[in-house]
Each structure stands twice: as structure tokens, then as C-alpha cells.
């Protein structure tokens, strides 16, 4: 934050800064969608929806795992929330009693550790590194899980890392998971951003788990808060009633414009913005690598890269202070995204198009010396 805050006084000032710090998409939301979400207006439907969604977009939901992703999810287990965060609040709000505890990967979404510490639950946070693609694995998830462990949250692909867990990995975490008896979350809210090979969702595997996604990151649609969940059966009934007294319901004019991000107009244009995310991260990963920054596993979602900068620094939070006010590239320090290694870790964004991306290489190649 503090970085943050410092790139916008420095832009404030007159400089041109290149953020590579923001976790959203530069593109704007598709026309059609901004459309649809004027007509809602026009059409005066501006009322509260049912605390779950509006029916109609549950079931294109619905119809969008078993179009794009082959997998059976019924319209009644999906619930519409006030994006990805407000989905996670539900779930760990269903779940979690006071001094319980939920198994995370660090580095990880810095907001869960926050959520979960909200609600009395302590968040057990396991390092991962490099061996695993920063990711939990079934192994890890036994090794750690003790007997106030009552839910394990993963990313795939994670923030900070753009790493993915495979479909046989995910398998095996079902199978732990469910043996101890616990719950698992699976945040896909980078779904849709998989660069080499085809997608898939933990929902084709198993109807136990809570999958997280949200129209944010694949949807360019930050801004209209908007995001939703799948919940096996037997939480539905609970996470309706918190939906009805956290949120009453989700913005209804936001519903509106997802209804028209589900069609095929708009997702002709999020496969293209994909594409161009593909090369940004292939060009960043390129350049990055020969100024001597490790990227020891290739990112194969989101829009970032978790670099090692130990062969220039110590002090990771230092290296993008000292970036920032000598060459206005704002990136992220590690220590934003856990404790594990967070000294020897940045993230780089690219949510910036190629030209930009360029102009940073350049002013990281004349701050490096090399
Ligand atoms: C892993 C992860 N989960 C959840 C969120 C929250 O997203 P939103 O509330 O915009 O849907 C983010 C945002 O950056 C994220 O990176």
C-alpha cells in the first residue's frame, strides 16, 4: 500500500509512472456489457434482486460451466455475491467458528489471513515455494492439518504467483480434504486466464466444494463488484440467509451487465484479451529473465509474475521503493502476499500493454546496470 500510495503522489507530481503493481485488467469492460447495464437503467430496474442473484444469471452460470468448462452445476447451488470477496466472506462466514483454523498457502491473497482473522478463525499459513508452484499439495494439507484445522483455501491460478494446480494434484486434494473431514475452497477467480493448456474447475471433480470465482479478472469488470459461488447442498440454506443479512443482495444493474458478459459477443472479446495477456506474459518473462531476474516457474495464469530478485537484493520492499523513486516502475514487494521468502520475492503485473511493458524493461535494464 505504501508503494501504492507513493507511485499516485509521484504521478500527482507530473511523473509518468508504469504501474505494474495493479492486480485488474487494463481493458475496460466489453461495450455490450456496458450496454446492457445502460438499458437496465433505462428499464428502471434499479430494485433489489432475490439475496442469491437474480434467477436468470444462476442459470447462465450454470450454462457457462457446461458450455465452456464441461462440468454439471446446478443453477440452485450458485449465489450470486458482491464479487470474489464477498463470496469469501460468505463461505468462511458459513463455515468458520471462533479459534478454528483454515490451512492457506503463503505467499497467498493477502484479504483471506484478514477474513478469517474477522471472524475469530486464525489462519494457518504453510510456506510454499517454488517445488510446489507455490501451491498447498495433498502432502502439505496432511502434514499441516491438526485437530482445529477445519478448511483448506486454495488459488488456482494464484495471486501472487500466476501458478496453476494440475487436475490429477487437484484430485488428490479432494480425496485428503474429504478424508479429514474438512472443507475446501478453491478460488478460481483467474479462471478463464490459462495460458497453456485448456481450463478446468475443481466443480468438475467433486459437488463438496466451495468454489469462489467472480466477473473482475477474465470479465474485465472490477469496478461493477460483482462475483459468485458455487455451494454443495447441504450450505445453501446458510449462505442465504448470511447473503440476506451481509449484503441484502448483489447490485442489481451489475447483474444486468454480467447477464450480456456470458454471451457470445462479449466472450469473443475476453478470448482475445486473453490472448494478448499470453503474449504480454511471454514478453515480460523474456525480458525479465535476460536483466537476470529469476522466474523459477512460468506462470501459467492470472497476469502475474512472482519474480526472485536475491541477485540484486536482500531487502525486496527496498529493491521497489528504490525502483519507484528512481525510475517510476511500481511493482509489489513480496511481503504483501505473506512472510515465506517475502524479502526475496516481487510481483510483477501485466496489466499494461507491450509498449509499456518495453519502456519498464528499459528503465529496470539502466537501474540493474546491465
Ligand atoms: C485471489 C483473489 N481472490 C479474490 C479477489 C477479490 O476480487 P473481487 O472481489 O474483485 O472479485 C482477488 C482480487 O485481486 C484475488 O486476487
Redesign the pocket.
Known sequence: MNILARAKQLEADGHDVIHLEV??PDFATPQVVRNAAKNAIDEGKTHYTPAMGLPQLRSKISNYYKEQLSADVSAKNIVVT???????QLVLSAIIDPGQKILMADP??P??RHFVRMLDGCAQSVAVSADTHFQLTHQLIRKHWDSETVAVML?SP??PTGTLISREEMQQIIAVVNELGGVLIV?E??QGLVYDEKDFTVAEYSSNVFV?N????YFSM?GW???WLIAPNEYIEAIDRLAQNLFLAPSTISQYAALAALDAEALAVYEQQKNELRLRRDFLVAGMTKLGFIVSVKPGG?FYIYADVSKFTDDSFTFCSELLEKTHVAITPGVDFGEHQAARYVRFAYTQPIEKLQQALDRLAKFLLV
Open positions: 492486480g485488474e458482491p464479487g470474489a470477496s464477498g463470496a469469501l497467498g491473497y484479504c483471506n488459488a494464484s495471486n478460488d477467480i483467474y469462489i467472480s466477473f473482475s479478472k472490477t463488484r460483482l462475483g492470472a
